[in-house]
């Protein structure tokens, strides 16, 4: 059983940072993609980044390039999301997913494994 747990979240001014973090357990071995998706009420999930556990490499949204950086630490089995230069469009639940390749993209449906996600709220 694969558990998912993020952490970091909360209340920040705009220009701020938050790292957020996910935490693993049961993590199946075919499983190689860790994603971070954020979903604003009534709006569809969309993907923010994604990354490779064995190589570290990373894929980013363009609203997140430049801005937000995935990261892993492979030992402690958690993924994180360093987020810079917040603003209030970037105010979401931020969950954290896997799938068994990052060649998925950002498709949901793709990512079997999530938690259950992290508020983060940016404020003008």
């Known amino acids: 059983q694969v558990e998912l747990v993020e952490s970091g979240g909360g209340s920040v001014q705009a220009g701020g940072s938050l790292r957020l973090s996910c935490a693993a357990s049961?993590?199946?071995?075919?499983?190689?993609?860790v994603g971070w998706f954020r979903q604003v009420p009534g709006k569809e999930r969309e993907g923010v980044a994604r990354?490779?556990?064995?190589?570290?490499?990373?894929y980013y949204a363009v609203t997140a390039k430049g801005r937000f950086t995935i990261s892993r630490d492979k030992g402690k089995k958690t993924v994180y999301l360093q987020m810079n230069s917040l603003n209030p469009e970037d105010t979401a639940m931020y969950y954290c997913?896997?799938?068994?390749?990052?060649?998925?993209?950002?498709?949901?449906?793709?990512?079997?494994?999530w938690g259950q996600g992290t508020q983060v709220t940016v404020s003008s």
């Open positions: 049961g993590y199946p071995y075919t499983s190689n993609c």
């Open positions: 997913a896997v799938a068994s390749s990052c060649a998925v993209g950002f498709r949901v449906d793709d990512f079997r494994y």
């Open positions: 990354l490779y556990i064995g190589s570290g490499f990373a």
